[in-house]
């Protein structure tokens, strides 16, 4: 046979104050037909689909921030470059103020200059004799 388990009551103190009870809400009154429900729930799912295309496509949406993005990244590795090209440039400027040698080796590799008692050896290339 089950056995029911009872609860004990408690012993109610009589300086306790009355246990707290959630008030009843009064039902809502039909006052919106269904078709002003659906009305408004088709007119809130149009504004939706407009925000998020805007939000998608519009002025500064989604499309346009990445396209930004990629142009800023485009934009900064050709400015690296740049600034690699003045740094090379500018170690070039150093080394022709202050290197005799650099001058020496520009002038004779871009003018074909040479030094005084140096000799000129010009060496053609010579087809190998067929037999």
């Known amino acids: 046979m089950p ?5 004990q009551p ?15 809400t009064p039902p809502v009154a039909a006052s919106a037909s269904p078709m002003r429900t659906r009305l408004l729930n088709y007119v809130l799912a149009f504004v ?16 346009d921030t990445l396209r930004a993005k990629h142009q800023h990244e485009a934009l900064a590795a050709a400015l690296a470059e740049k600034r690699r090209d003045n740094a090379r440039l500018r170690d070039d400027i150093r080394r022709l103020k202050e290197d005799p040698g650099a001058i020496e080796s520009l002038a004779r590799e ?22």
């Open 10 to 24: 408690r012993s109610v103190r009589s300086d306790s104050p009355a246990p707290l009870r959630r008030r009843k």
């Open 48 to 63: 939706t689909v407009v925000l998020v295309a805007d939000a998608l496509v519009g002025d500064k949406g989604l499309l």
């Open 110 to 131: 871009e003018l074909g200059l040479m030094r005084e008692g140096e000799v000129l050896f010009i060496v053609h290339d010579v087809t190998p004799a067929t037999r």
């Open 3 to 7: 056995q029911v388990v009872v609860p």
